[in-house]
Every structure is written in structure tokens, then in C-alpha cells.
């Protein structure tokens, strides 16, 4: 690893501690700007109650000595505070908790989507303007413009309740498979397209075109120039189809009834537990920022032509 690569390392972690700075900093002010408080809706709340309440969790402080604590607090101890509603937890044990299965489903869903979307997008590739070309492209035209809600709603109502092969509540393994179809279905079409697009790129250029005036055999051109080279740009959507898998989780988890990160963060949303919102929140905007400077620096890993600036 050369000193530009290592600079340009170091650039890019610098940017991206900023970046998630600032996600802290404007959910912070952003929490504490909404009218109301989370102590508002409970019964039989008196002002003197209210105003205990707010004492015991240091509410009642100015906001920028609570800005202060609450950044020193998360870069000292990674602490998020405790939550308002779960009375005796932590954000941080609560959001570890829930990530435990929206990581799990994420990161299958993501190998799901990326393995068969590579396949896919090959077979058209080669096939292009064939019958099985126009299906797989038909189909995820269709899959990519259905949204996640739709598409799990259907499969629920499909596979659940009409033909009852699989079961409707996420907390077991096989609840899970519905879940993670609905959260791979987008991401695998996404795939398709762009790997198809790709590779008819690269089986245009020129050393394509020499390798077989050369007597190159098909498999090694595909394989180990054709496929290999299309899959710069499929490297690209990794890092935030990951991120965007483990956050677009929010609404499938809801419909499947999955005890992950997405039911808590809702949960949070209407209980206005404020620093459950706010730790969820961070943890998943630091997900999108690490995952796309990991992102970054694999392209030097799968084309060493690419050069740190």
C-alpha cells in the first residue's frame, strides 16, 4: 500500500467522521425543535410530574449543554443515553439488539440479490435481444418499479394467508424467507440491469475483440475479461444497497412482524422516544457512510488501473 493510497484513506475517514458529525448534529437539533415532548402523552402526567421527568433525563438543561453531553457521551462511551419508553435499557443495547436480526436478513438478502443479479445480467448480456433477454428484462423492470411495501404485502398475502406455505410472523427462520425475497427483489433487478449494461459495454471494446481474433476460448473472454471488468459498477451499488437493504428493512419488518432495528425505529417514531430516534437514526447513517468508503477503496482491489486522488 503506497502513500496515496494510505492519504487518500485517511481523506476519506476524516470526510466520513465529518459527515456522520454532522447526521448528529442536525438529528439532535432536529429532535429537539419538535414541539411537544416525550413525557406529553402519558396518562395521568401532572406539570410537577412532567417537569421530574424531564429533571431525571436532563431535559431540563439548555439544549446546547445537552448538545454537549449527549456528543461527549457518544464519543467517550458510544452511549445513546437510556430510553425514555423501555424504562432500565439503553439505546445502544436496544438498537444492538434489534440489529442482531436486521443484519442477518441484510446481509442474506444481499447475497441473494447480488449472485443472482450477476447471473442474470450475464445471461442477458449474452443473449441480447433474444427471447430470454426481453423476459429477465421485463421482469425486473417490473420488480424495480414496484416498492418494497407492495411487493411484501403481496408475497404475504400470497404465500401466507392464501396458500399458507409460509408462516406470516418473522420471528422464526422460515418467517424469514418472505422478508428476505421482498428486500433482495429490488436490488437483484437493479443488478440485472447493471450488469447487463455493463458487460455489453465491455464485449464492445477492443481487447475484447482481439482476445478472440487471438483463438481466446468464449469461457476465458467471459469469465476472465468480460465478466470480471462489468463488474466495476456492480461494486459501486454494493456499499449503498447494503445500507439501503439494512434501512429499507424499516417497512418490510413492520409488515413481517421481524423483531429487527425497522420495528423499533417505528415503535420509536410514535412513542416520541426521542433518543432511541435519534441513536437509530446515527447508526444507520454511519452504516451508509462506512459502507461507501468501504466502497471506495475495494475499486483499487478490482481494477488496479483506478488511481486515489
Avoid: C
Amino acid at each position: 500500500m503506497n502513500s496515496k493510497t494510505i492519504l487518500y484513506i485517511i481523506k476519506r475517514g476524516l470526510l466520513a467522521l465529518f459527515t456522520v458529525w454532522v447526521v448528529i448534529t442536525v438529528t439532535f437539533f432536529v429532535m429537539h425543535a419538535v414541539p411537544g415532548g416525550p413525557f406529553v402523552g402519558e396518562k395521568a402526567t401532572t406539570p410537577a410530574v412532567q417537569a421530574a421527568m424531564e429533571a431525571k433525563y436532563g431535559l431540563d438543561k439548555p439544549v446546547s449543554e445537552q448538545y454537549g453531553t449527549y456528543l461527549k457521551d457518544i464519543i467517550t462511551r458510544f452511549d445513546f443515553g437510556p430510553s425514555l419508553k423501555q424504562r432500565g435499557r439503553s439505546v445502544v443495547d436496544i438498537i444492538f439488539d434489534g440489529m442482531k436480526t436486521s443484519i442477518k436478513l441484510g446481509l442474506i438478502a444481499a447475497a441473494v440479490s447480488t449472485v443472482i443479479g450477476v447471473a442474470l445480467g450475464a445471461v442477458a448480456a449474452l443473449r441480447r435481444n433474444r427471447f430470454i433477454d426481453r423476459v429477465i428484462m421485463v421482469i425486473t423492470t417490473a420488480f424495480v418499479s414496484m416498492p418494497s411495501f407492495i411487493m411484501g404485502s403481496f408475497l404475504l398475502a400470497l404465500f401466507a394467508i392464501k396458500l399458507q406455505l409460509l408462516p406470516a410472523n418473522g420471528s422464526t427462520p422460515p418467517g424469514l424467507i418472505l422478508p428476505i425475497i421482498t428486500l433482495a427483489l429490488y436490488p437483484m433487478a437493479y443488478i440485472t440491469r447493471l450488469t447487463r449494461s455493463s458487460m455489453l459495454d465491455v464485449l464492445g471494446q477492443d481487447y475484447i475483440r482481439t482476445a478472440k481474433a487471438k483463438g481466446v476460448s468464449s469461457k476465458n473472454i467471459i469469465f476472465g475479461h468480460a465478466l470480471k471488468n462489468s463488474l466495476i459498477p456492480v461494486l459501486t451499488y454494493l456499499g449503498p444497497m447494503l445500507a439501503y437493504i439494512v434501512t429499507g428493512s424499516l417497512i418490510v419488518e413492520q409488515i413481517f412482524a421481524v423483531p429487527g432495528i425497522g420495528r423499533v425505529f417505528v415503535s420509536s417514531i410514535t412513542n416520541r422516544d426521542y433518543p432511541m430516534i435519534m441513536g437509530t437514526t446515527i447508526i444507520l447513517a454511519t452504516l451508509i457512510v462506512v459502507m461507501n468508503l468501504v466502497t471506495d477503496i475495494l475499486y483499487k482491489i478490482v481494477d488496479p488501473r483506478i488511481s486515489f486522488e
